[in-house]
């Protein structure tokens, strides 16, 4: 049997060098995810799919796709791809768990400068208008002596905690589970109460997984609880908040500022999402969007996707991935 590999969107020469030994290669070369019909279309006799953010993996399609034995995610969240529904049609799930970590808690640091010191605003006023030199404009927060809440203390939370050890700001952290007093010590921060971190964070930063009890967690009676002229980070999902109650609250002065590189219309699970990003958060100057480059480190997107065709070449020679999140029986897959 010649196994059929989709890449549903661009990928690294160097990867599909890497599987072009193991099957018949079906190339997405365009800078674009494919519509639903062509995905489709690709993967009507596929064995494995290499996917993304980008596509949605339900059971209406996965019995169009009878043959699919791999769905290997170049991702770390996986609200896109019903887990359970591949595991009724057989159909191994394989995440990126680790290589994003580092990168989206580096951007976060640079989205909270940029949105606190008013980088975006300064750098367009000297375009479009002008520079005559220094003015008394453009003042704005700073992290420095801030106190920092970090809501989420996985492993994206804990890197975030870990940069910000180079500032002289009291760091916070918001979970359901204690971090270790060791690792409390190692990263200077401490476990408080929700309540308490919206009462006395400058910043607060979203490290959430998309879950049903956090969609929305970020609504107008969270913001309202929040200190005044704090600013809010979001580098993790874009369902996390709503993002009407965010232009509301800067419209209103009570948010000092958002940055975010995730936004509602990415959450292609969520079937009442938003098909764009609210209009007013786009023309505020309040804001800072950057398009989900949280991982876009050309190096890391690069492993990203050959951990993914490694968990593919793994199923390939009969051995289960160790990045699969559903336990079948390889003998189910075969």
């Given at each position: 049997m010649t196994f059929k590999i989709v890449l549903a969107n661009k990928v690294h020469d160097t990867i599909t060098s890497k599987l072009e030994p193991f099957g018949q290669l079906a190339l997405n070369k365009t800078d674009h995810p494919y519509s639903r019909d062509d995905l489709l279309k690709n993967c009507a006799d596929a064995h494995a799919l290499?996917?993304?953010?980008?596509?949605?993996?339900?059971?209406?399609?996965?019995?169009?796709?009878?043959?699919?034995?791999?769905?290997?995610?170049?991702?770390?969240?996986?609200?896109?791809?019903?887990?359970?529904?591949?595991?009724?049609?057989?159909?191994?799930?394989?995440?990126?768990?680790?290589?994003?970590?580092?990168?989206?808690?580096?951007?976060?640091?640079?989205?909270?400068?940029?949105?606190?010191?008013?980088?975006?605003?300064?750098?367009?006023?000297?375009?479009?208008?002008?520079?005559?030199?220094?003015?008394?404009?453009?003042?704005?927060?700073?992290?420095?002596?801030?106190?920092?809440?970090?809501?989420?203390?996985?492993?994206?939370?804990?890197?975030?905690?870990?940069?910000?050890?180079?500032?002289?700001?009291?760091?916070?952290?918001?979970?359901?589970?204690?971090?270790?007093?060791?690792?409390?010590?190692?990263?200077?921060t401490k476990k408080v109460s929700l309540?308490?971190?919206?009462?006395?964070?400058?910043?607060?930063?979203?490290?959430?997984?998309?879950?049903?009890?956090?969609?929305?967690?970020?609504?107008?009676g969270f913001i309202t609880s929040m200190k005044p002229d704090s600013y809010l980070i979001n580098p993790a999902r874009g369902s996390l908040v709503d993002e009407a109650a965010i232009a509301d609250a800067l419209e209103q002065g009570h948010l000092a500022g958002y940055a975010a590189d995730t936004f509602e219309?990415?959450?292609?699970?969520?079937?009442?999402?938003?098909?764009?990003?609210?209009?007013?958060?786009?023309?505020?100057?309040k804001t800072v969007l950057t398009p989900h480059i949280g991982s876009a480190v050309r190096a890391v997107r690069e492993e990203i996707e050959h951990s993914a065709a490694c968990s593919i070449i793994s199923l390939i020679n009969g051995t289960m991935p160790d990045t699969a999140v559903n336990n079948l029986d390889l003998k189910i897959v075969g």
């Open positions: 290499m996917a993304f953010m980008t596509e949605t993996i339900d059971e209406a399609f996965l019995e169009a796709c009878p043959n699919l034995k791999i769905i290997a995610g170049a991702l770390k969240g996986y609200n896109n791809i019903d887990v359970d529904a591949c595991s009724k049609h057989g159909v191994i799930v394989t995440i990126v768990p680790d290589l994003l970590t580092e990168p989206t808690a580096e951007l976060t640091i640079g989205l909270m400068i940029s949105v606190a010191r008013k980088v975006i605003a300064g750098d367009q006023f000297i375009r479009q208008e002008g520079f005559q030199g220094w003015r008394p404009k453009f003042y704005g927060g700073s992290i420095q002596g801030s106190t920092i809440a970090v809501l989420g203390a996985g492993a994206v939370g804990q890197a975030i905690l870990k940069m910000l050890k180079g500032f002289d700001c009291k760091k916070l952290y918001v979970d359901k589970e204690a971090l270790s007093p060791q690792t409390e010590h190692d990263l200077e309540e308490e971190a919206q009462k006395t964070a400058d910043f607060i930063i979203l490290a959430l997984h998309l879950m049903h009890e956090t969609f929305h967690l970020i609504n107008q219309m990415e959450d292609w699970a969520v079937e009442q999402r938003p098909r764009t990003i609210n209009e007013r958060l786009l023309t505020s100057k």
